[in-house]
């Protein structure tokens, strides 16, 4: 299974990205997904994730009200719009694939990554 993430890039405070992440297989819809992000110095983090039907979704609290996750089983992807982007959301994003349907914050509980894609926020 190959993850290929994308839609990163450089934006001002207040504004708005789309990233997405597109799955190899075919057999994408029978697994949860989720987004998580590192910031330099940092930890990985949870961001957002969604069941595979897509009719649950979790978010951390740092992104409620922001963030949207999504995905499209025919297209084999999933998406995360960013609103309200801050400086600290500055980060390289992941996309990872749950080992099961059910969707976890731990991120040793994904078990495919896409390659990242950096998103910075300037004040």
């Known amino acids: 299974v190959q993850l290929q993430a994308s839609g990163g890039g450089l934006v001002q405070a207040g504004g708005s990205l789309r990233l997405s992440c597109e799955a190899s297989?075919?057999?994408?819809?029978?697994?949860?997904m989720a987004w998580f992000r590192q910031a330099p110095g940092k930890e990985r983090e949870f961001v957002a994730a969604?069941?595979?039907?897509?009719?649950?979704?979790y978010y951390a609290d740092s992104v409620k009200g922001r963030f949207t996750i999504s995905r499209d089983n025919a297209k084999n992807a999933v998406y995360l719009q960013m609103n309200n982007l801050k400086p600290e959301d500055t980060a390289v994003y992941y996309c990872?694939?749950?080992?099961?349907?059910?969707?976890?914050?731990?991120?040793?509980?994904?078990?495919?990554w896409g390659q990242g894609t950096q998103v910075t926020v300037s004040s």
């Open positions: 297989r075919r057999t994408f819809s029978d697994y949860a």
């Open positions: 990872a694939r749950s080992k099961s349907s059910v969707y976890y914050t731990y991120f040793n509980r994904y078990d495919y």
């Open positions: 969604i069941n595979w039907g897509g009719s649950n979704t």
